[in-house]
């Protein structure tokens, strides 16, 4: 992964989008994975008790999704040094989540670039709002 | 998970902290569920060759906690509606991740109540900080 140039970046430039569609065999291998056992998420039955359209995936699941676009964007994982969203809506399996983002500040003294991201569901749902990302590039 | 009373929070109540201890076996199936492939959380002698002293956990894995520490003192994942936090530290396999948390405000109108959060390591280590958290509780 090669990292945007810190010099050529600017306010408004937009991070390169992620698309991933998720599928109740990876929201079974989430649950497991994040010890999180709320049956909303694998058992189709209790969440349509509980007034879900059918089980969600984690909204942590989401925002995970959009940590792998900012830091493919940044040029890894280890750049990304903050991150924080509003769960607004559900995303549902078969779902595609859409992330993408845009620069907001860029600190080129410590090469600190600060980002307003989001994540929206092919069915137009706002999945994940109001979304912040630091990442740290190369001075 | 019974939640706590909107009534009786006030700012300045902790949440009920929650500790749980990081694997390489949770972190290999965080990877594989997150679909991250970035290989300093999975192999030792590529996380040692780029200086670091080890694999070392996913950020969001150490946040997933954190998101799961709120949920349970909410009453439930559904509740927690927005979460954010610095990744600090890294978090190594075997390391125990403690999360707490304080009220900072309550809407009791809306039964909204921020929380300022973080995660430290039982080797000292400020793993999340600068976290913030909103959950929504029953009015």
């Given amino acids: 992964m090669s990292a945007p140039a810190l010099t050529a970046l600017q306010v408004g430039d937009a991070i390169t989008p992620l698309s991933r569609r998720v599928t109740q065999v990876q929201i079974n291998a989430y649950a497991e994975a994040s010890g999180d056992p709320n049956p909303i998420h694998t058992n189709e039955e209790f969440a349509r008790a509980v ?78 709002t109001n979304g912040r990302a630091q990442v740290r590039l190369d001075t």
Same sequence: chains 1, 2.
Avoid: K, N, Q
């Avoid at 969600?56 to 959009?66: D, E, K, V």
């Avoid at 792998?68 to 750049?79: N, T």
């Avoid at 040094?81 to 779902?95: E, I, K, N, Y």
């Avoid at 983002?101 to 410590?110: K, L, N, Q, T, Y």
């Fill in 51 to 128: 007034g879900l359209p059918g089980t969600i995936a984690h909204g942590m699941l989401s925002l995970g999704i959009l940590a792998g676009a900012v830091a493919r964007w940044a040029g890894g994982s280890e750049r990304l040094t903050a991150l924080g969203a509003r769960f607004s809506r559900p995303l549902l399996p078969g779902d595609t989540l859409t992330c993408s983002g845009r620069v907001i500040a860029v600190e080129e003294a410590s090469g600190v670039v600060s980002l307003a991201v989001e994540a929206v569901s092919d069915r137009g749902d706002s999945v994940l």
